[in-house]
């Protein structure tokens, strides 16, 4: 039987937690759309979706993911049955997603290093 692996503190896996919600994304892009058409309204939107959308999303995946002990895929069929089955695949489909988001991403911070770091060129 394979032994599970756990945290081996809370703290650390709410900083991992937080860490990854945050993402790659926000800290490219925060500053850049903030600045543009008022700094004020950008902040007050963002803050209104992280605290209505992205908290409720957050806890809600870390509740059910504890209590089932399951994958992503697996924990909504654990929890309620079959018939969430296509929740399971909702989660698959939106972990694809943030795939080629950060993809992208990533292809901007290579373009980044290699103009300015490797060759001293303008961005």
């Not at 018939?83 to 399971?88: K, L, V």
């Not at 290093?113 to 490797?118: A, D, Q, T």
Request: hydrophobic letters at 55%; glycine letters at 14%; one cysteine or more.
């Amino acid at each position: 039987m394979a032994v599970k692996e756990h945290w081996q503190s809370g703290m650390g896996f709410v900083l991992a937690a937080a860490g990854s919600a945050v993402g790659l994304g926000n800290l490219w892009g925060f500053a850049y759309r903030a600045s543009q058409g008022g700094g004020a309204a950008f902040l007050a939107l963002y803050i209104l979706i992280v605290l209505v959308i992205c908290l409720p999303v957050l806890v809600s995946e870390m509740v059910l993911g504890r209590s089932t002990g399951k994958s992503p895929l697996l924990a909504p069929v654990e929890a309620a049955g079959g018939r969430w089955q296509a929740m399971g695949r909702l989660f698959d489909f939106a972990y694809c997603g943030i795939l080629a988001f950060y993809a992208v991403l990533m292809g901007w911070t290579a373009h980044t290093l290699i103009n300015s770091h490797f060759f001293g060129l303008p961005l």
